[in-house]
């Protein structure tokens, strides 16, 4: 699967202006603000003017042709330089800081109505500190029937954003999602209804802040016992994941129909496998038998039945066979 982001959780990256507010303690060391100073970019505040990314039309087309062609579907991650909900800035300037016309508002509306629903094969990940926006931003008949490539996320930090915000995401249709980074403080209770994923994450860069892998095992047990997917992205960049939190599923809706039926047959074969090989081997170490998935488990005769028969039900993902993969 192509990818041309950094970021562990997306195949690519858009950005249809850079530019943007703080708006919580989250943004505080915002690694966007830092490599916008670093080229010369004066476009951070809400009197600042936002600057205008020409190429991502044509990137976004190419990456859509690439997933069809592929029969894929690859994740967009929109936006790290932006938030999609900031309200709409008139002041916008090109990549050398000269004036131009336009609008966010603009471009955010293009982006709505001809970019997604021209790109099936592209599920396009919006994350906002502003999810009280979207239902003001969005087309008008996302509000009931939402796209199906299209999923919504906030990013809280502590109790009290994680509150806030995942309250008023809750209110919006569709795909919904968190990116609990940079995580500030051990969150004991949070509202994971109508979330289909969890991202975690600690902060890194310069003057970053203290993350416990304690808070890492808090949120995934939680997930874990809500069944929502749970993927754990970082403690600092430096720091050695722990075994036990090198844990990063997906929701099975991020796989095509192709994908989902490649991976049907591949199921039968690894029925096979088990079939074939219980019988004559007591303990057995599986890798890699299902794509993207690491098996890290002994299963034992009977255990292996059962595991067996599991596949056969579609419910290729279980936190007790996997640490990683697609579930429902």
Not at 62 to 84: C, G, L, P, Y
Not at 109 to 136: C, G, Q, W
Not at 277 to 282: L, P
């Amino acid at each position: 699967m192509a990818k041309n982001s950094k970021i562990e959780w997306t195949n690519h990256t858009a950005n249809l202006w850079w530019g943007c507010t703080k708006v919580h303690e989250g943004c505080d060391n915002c690694y966007a603000l830092s490599f916008s100073k670093r080229i010369g970019n004066d476009i951070w505040g809400d009197d600042k003017p936002r600057r205008m990314v020409a190429d991502v039309w044509d990137n976004l087309k190419t990456w859509q042709n690439n997933a069809k062609k592929a029969n894929e579907i690859h994740r967009v991650f929109v936006a790290s330089m932006m938030d999609i909900f900031e309200k709409s800035k008139d002041n916008m300037v090109d990549h050398k800081g000269n004036p131009i016309e336009g609008s966010t508002g603009i471009l955010r509306d293009k982006f709505f109505n001809e970019v997604v629903p021209a790109s099936p094969n592209l599920m396009f990940l919006l994350l906002t500190k502003r999810p009280s926006n979207i239902n003001k931003m969005i087309p008008k008949e996302w509000l009931t029937n939402p796209p199906k490539n299209v999923m919504f996320g906030t990013s809280p930090v502590n109790t009290k954003t994680a509150k806030g915000l995942i309250k008023q995401l809750q209110k919006v249709n569709g795909y919904k999602f968190l990116s609990v980074e940079p995580q500030l403080e051990n969150i004991t209770n949070i509202d994971l209804t109508g979330i289909d994923w969890v991202i975690q994450g600690g902060e890194s860069g310069h003057g970053k802040r203290p993350f416990d892998p304690d808070w890492g095992r808090t949120l995934r047990d939680i997930c874990k016992e809500r069944n929502v997917p749970y993927f754990f992205k970082q403690i600092d960049k430096k720091q050695e994941i722990p075994e036990d939190l090198k844990v990063r599923q997906y929701p099975k809706f991020f796989k095509s129909e192709n994908e989902l039926l490649i991976d049907y047959h591949f199921s039968v074969d690894a029925i096979q496998w088990i079939t074939d090989y219980t019988s004559e081997v007591n303990v057995m170490k599986f890798n890699n038998l299902y794509s993207d998935l690491s098996f890290d488990e002994y299963v034992i005769n009977d255990d292996a039945l059962q595991l067996t028969e599991k596949i056969k039900n579609q419910n290729i993902t279980f936190f007790e066979e996997y640490k990683s993969g697609f579930i429902d």
